[in-house]
């Protein structure tokens, strides 16, 4: 406890919450305040169980590895065992281990049966504990172990995961169960942490000591987070050979909406290559003051993957990294890349948690996963900080479930075992098994003649918004527009306050440039009219119609319904599909000069 106690006071005496330059690299010789926080409490009890729950990039390993090397020269433990999620975190684990003198063996297999001598310990993956927990066991039972579960919750992740981890370190000494997304998308108990009914009678987690996102960004320990959202009208065929269409962003039932978004991501249309080169100019933008800024887009799968890593190329004229597979020479691209400057890693999924490369700085979330946790890991790739004024910036389609979720960056959750019967409490997410549902192939359909492959046939972006800090700005605008530069081109060191004031006075000149743009008749100036096929112009004109009424709809909270009524009451005429180019126009010209009006 006194030495603790004395470490605590010297990190607290030289330190500022957040390490003074490169910290994220998961081991350094002093402590963060909240680590600091942590271990004393730790080792006020010294308890069997800790679990520390810390928002991703704040530090978890160095904590742990402290708390290893204190417990190792007490000879309250012997050995170290690390369980991770994925062999790249298990060489992670080992080199960090390393610089600080602890060496851990990441290439151990069940088959060896006992690590080597010349080692403290092992890193293993869950999934290796849970095709032989009896390995593992007796390394456990053999001495006096620490076992550290990392992001432990996974260990619900199968049920033999889950009982594998049970039955391996039921022996342990002591065990430290670390996560930075303490909960789950279902109710499959997590190994080794206590539940308690909450005031409504749900059973849900109890950390020991949580450091969340919110602290952690006043502490400036985690960058603040731009959330750059981006709509547009977008066409497919469905699997019944019928054509649709929709926006981006607009009201509509959910698998609508999931039919859309996978629209929108598909590397053959338009959305993806204009949000690409949109994101890049953003990271060029960053890289004024972080020289070594890098990319990173998340992709659905291997093919769009490697798609995506096409367009970049064209757009940059560098070949990005591309990482699609938890294996050997995938985790060494991404540690080339954490090492280089080069510009954009394009991956699938891999990269979502845990990896460390703290020069990330933008994102393109470019897959359909929607839970909570997946989205959560996903951010915590670009909040690691290390210096002061760091900001992160993250590209994303702007679909109802993924606003909300980037609203709620800095709501803390806890894992429940239960859910209430007539309640949604954000948990379970029915967009993943819709967009799941879309994604795969009726195999009982397969003989129908009429039954085809989903087929994307049209996407169009457009600037939609920006979210920050509980709050959103801009009104939309047109891929290149003023609107959409005067956001990509924030500067990318800022302190979050400075954030958010450029963003309020970028979202005033936006307002003053509308207004100026409005005649003495009240009424907005109208291009002339170009000669083209008049189902093109109507085409433009009801997506551009619909991208006001979606604007409109989030300001007033009107649902999109009542909007088109209204605006068919006052400048008349039929519903949109019937309406002609003038008659639409008018209505364009209604919203304008409210949305102005608004601003």
């Not at 338009?270 to 887009?297: F, I, N, Q, Y």
């Not at 890693?345 to 996963?369: K, N």
């Not at 800022?494 to 970028?506: I, K, S, W």
Request: charged residues 25%.
């Amino acid at each position: 406890m006194a030495a603790a106690e004395a470490a605590g006071n010297s990190a607290v005496q030289h330190l500022s919450p957040a390490f003074p330059d490169r910290a994220a690299w998961g081991t350094a010789s002093k402590l963060r305040a909240w680590q600091v926080e942590a271990l004393t409490k730790y080792f006020e009890t010294e308890p069997r169980d800790f679990l520390a729950a810390a928002t991703p990039g704040a530090g978890k390993t160095t904590f742990a590895l402290r708390l290893a090397t204190e417990l190792l020269a007490r000879g309250t433990v012997d050995r170290i065992v690390v369980v991770a999620p994925t062999e790249h975190l298990k060489r992670q684990w080992a080199d960090s281990a390393d610089r600080v003198g602890i060496r851990i063996d990441p290439m151990f297999k069940n088959g060896d049966g006992m690590f080597g001598r010349h080692y403290q310990g092992v890193a293993i993956t869950y999934a290796q504990v849970g095709m032989n927990p009896e390995v593992h066991q007796r390394i456990t039972a053999g001495g006096k172990t620490l076992v550290i579960l990392d992001e432990v919750h996974h260990g619900g992740d199968a049920l033999t995961w889950g009982d594998g981890i049970r039955e391996a370190f039921s022996k342990a000494t002591r065990r430290l169960s670390l996560s930075g997304t303490p909960f789950r998308s279902d109710t499959a108990p997590i190994p080794f942490v206590q539940y308690a009914p909450d005031e409504q009678g749900i059973r849900t987690s109890i950390s020991d000591y949580n450091y969340g996102y919110g602290r952690a960004l006043k502490d400036g320990v985690v960058r603040p987070v731009l959330f750059m959202a981006y709509a547009g009208q977008m066409r497919w065929k469905t699997r019944m050979g019928d054509e649709m269409s929709a926006s981006l962003g607009e009201q509509v039932t959910k698998d609508i909406t999931a039919q859309a978004w996978r629209t929108a991501l598909s590397p053959e249309g338009e959305w993806m290559p204009a949000v690409l080169s949109a994101a890049d100019k953003r990271l060029t933008e960053v890289r004024r003051g972080v020289p070594d800024a890098g990319g990173l887009v998340i992709a659905t799968d291997t093919t769009t993957a490697r798609a995506y890593a096409r367009i970049l190329q064209q757009i940059t004229g560098e070949r990005p990294t591309v990482v699609l597979s938890d294996e050997a020479a995938a985790s060494s691209r991404i540690q080339a890349f954490a090492e280089d400057t080069s510009r954009w890693m394009v991956a699938v999924r891999m990269v979502s948690e845990g990896v460390d490369v703290p020069r990330l700085c933008v994102g393109v979330y470019a897959t359909s996963a929607s839970t909570p946790l997946f989205f959560a890991q996903v951010i915590g790739r670009f909040v690691r900080a290390r210096r002061r004024g760091e900001t992160a910036s993250v590209f994303l389609p702007s679909v109802p479930g993924l606003m909300a979720l980037a609203a709620s960056l800095e709501l803390e959750r806890d894992h429940a075992l239960d859910r209430p019967k007539d309640a949604d409490d954000g948990m379970y997410n029915p967009e993943d098994a819709m967009v799941a549902e879309a994604n795969k192939e009726d195999r009982a359909s397969e003989s129908l003649l009429e039954v085809q492959p989903f087929e994307a046939l049209d996407s169009q972006a457009s600037f939609d918004r920006v979210l920050y800090d509980g709050g959103e700005f801009g009104t939309g605008g047109e891929v290149g527009s003023l609107e959409e530069l005067d956001f990509i081109g924030i500067p990318g060191l800022l302190e979050p306050d400075q954030v958010r004031d450029l963003l309020r006075a970028r979202q005033a000149s936006q307002a003053k440039r509308a207004k100026g743009r409005t005649p003495k008749d009240g009424l907005p100036k109208t291009s002339a009219p170009q000669d083209r096929p008049m189902y093109q112009t109507i085409k433009e004109q009801r997506s551009e119609l619909h991208r006001l009424v979606s604007i409109w709809s989030r300001h007033s909270n009107e649902p999109h319904g009542a909007i088109h009524a209204e605006l068919r009451r006052i400048s008349g005429g039929p519903a949109v599909a019937q309406a002609s180019i003038e008659q639409i126009q008018k209505r364009i010209d209604v919203l304008r000069s409210r949305i102005g009006g608004r601003r």
